[in-house]
DNA sequence: ATGATAATGGAAAAGCTTTACCATAGGGCG
DNA sequence: CGCCCTATGGTAAAGCTTTTCCATTATCAT
């Protein structure tokens, strides 16, 4: 590979000035001599290299993801939505997944900060313990989390709560009194804060919980299955079912069409996210909807906020809105739909 | 952040001492003084430098990934089957969406040359023009493709060809005639040749290829409702459908429903890939399942040896499966579903 | 014609690591 | 007791870029 050095010689120019084409300086450079320069770029094919430039100038323009799970949609979409706001600014992004291995997010840590990534997005998973957060300390300025709230760092939150309380009150409002949740697994906030909606609200109607109607689920339809046949089977079974994401809701879906009942006249059933494939299930998923996609984009924003050094807004929270389908009610009139 | 001289002036040692216990050389050094260098270095929370030492080593431990789109579940998987072997393997990756963009190849290409990526894995898209080409020629030596032939890169394959043959050969032998085919977009290979299958085996078996039967879908399950739609709308309809990908299938299996058609009894559906939901969809979907995490795992393991210099196979070839399910035959006993 | 100023080009340092090569000191052996 | 070898540690170069100061040249004006 070529370097400046290669490039000054061919051009019969020191490598100061090749730099000054290259950077667009505004110390200025003789027309000529410019077109000598970028020919003899042109010529080799030569490319700054990052490595040296990163180094010296302290600064990759490369940032890093760390999620569970990049095959879980939710997450996908959300790297999506970070992508194209870095690839628009001119980051790079490199992904690490933390699950299948406790000890992830700490090596990712280390190794992004190795590798001077110029910050970190967070998402999902479990921030804790005095090495995670002291490690993190030293990079305060440069982490933008999402969907947590407890540390403090700048944060996209969404509003969990609300959207598992406005899916619970759906259920009561079309006549529901059992209704059974099939939360994530434990150590998840989004999980927590899920399952917290919807205790919030069976109270606020006057029910008391009830430990058996709550499931803790691994986000998979798998296990969406499982606890679904679990809570249906047993006796006092639910009329209606909250998921906390869709993959589980189309897992308690099958379980129920397993057991001959009919959704949603047997059992209703709201999922969480909506996915895009949750339109086309049949029954088409009632689900509140998380703009996952935005959730990215808008971390990334924060990011080069912070990196950048302007002010901005620490916390943003995005609202939560229920999609009604038909896996709650029969299909309505468009008319009908707006109260929910 | 604390460099190695910080380390070795805090140790009272040289810096090669330092760096010699730290990448464990065979260089001796007494236990002592590896001691006291380990104590400072924990005391400094030091840790080396990787833009320094790629750049002097020319091996920076991160490779990149260029596809279409992260949010279709199709390259999610990939991309996670390549994660975990290169994070087995102590590498990063970054990560680069073409869609968007036409000029997006070319463009992450320089990208990952500029930071001097250990290798690339390319996936979907679309690689020819005479630029590209001969931008990667430089790169030879460093590059696998999964899914695609025409290039002379060790390349990990799939067998689309013989998915679609087996799909469409399963709707001829439960009777089916006029088979329907939703297809990928113009300039994807996998598309292309999952077309190839349908048009193979049509003609095996005595029936002409009609051009109104194939649609050309955009991946989403969107585009499967519209173009389902279209082909069971129009005179002489299809009895049965294959889709180029679940999503579409889910989307073909919507529109039927919408035209008061029963799957399977009044439209056979056939999807590709088998994602995790297809099996909890209603009806279970019938599809070619694509080994997608393999197919990923095995391209960073090629990858390796490229970058390793070991002997390896230059192609790989996953076969596919059809695993039958409900959409397109009405629930069978286990024995029976064996013959396909 | 000469001095001053503007225009342009160059040399060198900093950023951090690894390693080949060199130097030193101590111990063992003759 | 002195020499040599071995064990250990140090020095310096290479890898490549950007940018700050300096230096040079040429042109213009007096």
Redesign the pocket.
Known sequence: ????????LKA?????????V??K?H????????ERVREAIRELD????????G????KTMTIGIIIPDISNPYYAEIVRGIQDVADQAGYAVTLHNTDKKPEGIIRYIYLLREKSADGIIFSGGIINGQETLSILKELRERVVVIGRHEVDFPAVMVDNIGGAARAVQHLFDIGHRRIGFIGGPDGSTTALDRLTGYKNTIAQNGVTFSPRLVKKGMWTPKSGYLLGTELLKGKGRPTAIVAANDPMAFGAIKAAKALGLVVPKDLAVVGFDDIPLSSYFDPPLTTVKIPMHDLGAASMTMLLNLISGEKFKKVKLFKTTLQVRESTVEPLKKADRKKY
């Open positions: 590979m070529p370097n400046i050095l290669d490039v000054a019969h120019v020191s490598i100061a000035t090749v730099s000054r290259v950077n300086s110390h200025k450079v003789n027309l000529a001599t410019q030569y490319r700054p290299n990052a490595l040296a430039k180094l010296l100038m302290k």
